[in-house]
């Protein structure tokens, strides 16, 4: 997993500071935050290209993006649990 601070995180993406405030703010993003700072991991990364995917390229608006994030947060939540469930499951039962 790729670790990286708050000015290479804005250099990686192209983006500004305030832009990532907003996203913050909003809680698009959720990165770790030690005493020594803000740490995107590679998740953020693909998430903050989703974004500007969303917003820059097909015009969503800041509450399509709220609504978008929150479906796939939770599909993502579906299927971990659908995996758990699967895991769980006696063999020869599938």
Known sequence: MIIMGKQEFLACLGLQGWTLE????QRWLL?????TGLRFSDIDVARAR???ELTARLGVNNEGVDVILHLMDQLHGLRQA???LR????????
């Open 22 to 25: 907003v996203w913050l703010e």
């Open 31 to 35: 990165p770790e935050q030690p005493d």
């Open 50 to 52: 989703l974004i500007q």
């Open 87 to 94: 895991d769980d499951l006696p063999i020869g039962s599938v």
């Open 82 to 84: 659908l995996a758990q």
